[in-house]
């Protein structure tokens, strides 16, 4: 059984290795039979946030390569407290507006922001609460 978020695990000849995981400070696998069946305790998978433009110049699409919980929407700084990852994004200044679901999450941005800022944020904001 491989938890989720590792794609493959494999034995090499000098012994288990993973492929495809992302895994920030791993303390402990356990295998069984070549097959990762926990990793902790302190383990956490990161999630990936990839850009792409969309036909708003205002507007970036971020791929995610996890699927979000539930639906996200967040208009303001104020309606995103308590909710880290938008927190984090509202904090980079010159954000409009949050959307996500599934496994993407769109940004608005204030008209004449730049984006590497905003950018920079997504992308930490999912590495560090998705």
Known sequence: MVPNGLKSAATSSTGP???SCRIRAVTEI???DDSVVSVGPYARFV???SPSPTPNPNAMKFTLDVTLPETLSVASP???AGVPFA???FAAGGVASIF???DFV???RQAGSEWEPIVAAVVAAAEANL
């Open 87 to 89: 927190e984090a994004v």
């Open 100 to 102: 996500g679901v599934n």
């Open 106 to 108: 769109t940004i608005t």
């Open 78 to 80: 104020e309606a995103a």
């Open 30 to 32: 356990q295998w069984i």
């Open 47 to 49: 999630a990936n946030a």
């Open 17 to 19: 290795t993973i492929r």
